[in-house]
């Protein structure tokens, strides 16, 4: 049986080193199952590197990273989809790890208003809409732990809308972790909040804890912890 009271991810003094230039950590951490972490930092704090870690795109580490979910959704910067096999194709294709059904991907396409490009090229989408076919890929199966790198990023307003519904119908299926520079965005479905600054986490707490906090920009929040 499922021990419901296991962290979905433990971090244990996790270090990242680039050469001389860059270094993320020491990072120890962990995250529960059903909760929404929200990580705030500007360019260059080590956003995307955590994240890579968790899911083992980077392995080159020190310290311990161990993730408890069987199935993992995530929505990176650079994705790899097929430019010449259509929507459908690709969702089919490269979801077939998850076992996901024909009509859930029907059903996806169908909330984010995609169903009249299901048939087309991907390469033929607009930057906006192929970000929503990344985010229905991460979302599709409800894996127990989904991964979003900038997910608003080329999405236009009622893009937006959409990711943060399903943000709202996935929060009792999956444990979530979001990075962001709206901090505004984050607040409206976030359980928890992690900043970090040049590659160090000056804070993580829940909400309630990181509502004194009134900095609406990234920059803006991370300067903040500078002074």
């Not at 396409?109 to 192929?130: A, M, R």
């Not at 600054?197 to 500078?226: C, P, R, W």
Request: hydrophobic content about 35%.
């Amino acid at each position: 049986m499922e021990d419901q009271n296991i962290p979905v991810v433990i971090i244990d003094n996790l270090c990242v080193q680039y050469g001389n230039d860059f270094q993320l950590g020491p990072i120890t951490y962990s995250l529960n199952k059903g909760a929404i972490l929200g990580i705030l930092g500007n360019n260059g704090s080590g956003k995307s590197t955590l994240m890579h870690c968790i899911v083992n795109f980077i392995s080159d580490y020190e310290g311990e990273v161990v993730v408890n979910a069987n199935k993992i959704g995530f929505c990176f910067q650079t994705p790899s989809f097929y430019p010449n096999k259509t929507v459908f194709e690709n969702l089919r294709v490269l979801s077939l790890n998850k076992q996901v059904k024909t009509t859930e991907i029907k059903d996806a396409l169908d909330f984010f208003n995609l169903s009249t490009y299901k048939n087309k090229p991907f390469k033929v989408l607009s930057g906006g809409n192929k970000k929503r076919v990344e985010i229905i890929l991460a979302i599709l199966g409800s894996p127990e732990l989904i991964l979003f790198d900038e997910p608003t990023a080329n999405l236009d307003e009622p893009g937006v809308e959409l990711f943060n519904q399903s943000i709202n119908l996935l929060k009792d299926k999956s444990t979530i972790i979001i990075n962001n520079h709206n901090s505004s965005e984050l607040r409206s479905y976030c359980t928890d909040f992690m900043v970090l600054q040049n590659g160090s986490m000056v804070e993580a707490v829940n909400k309630e804890n990181f509502n004194h906090v009134t900095y609406i920009d990234a920059d803006d929040l991370v300067h903040a912890y500078s002074q």
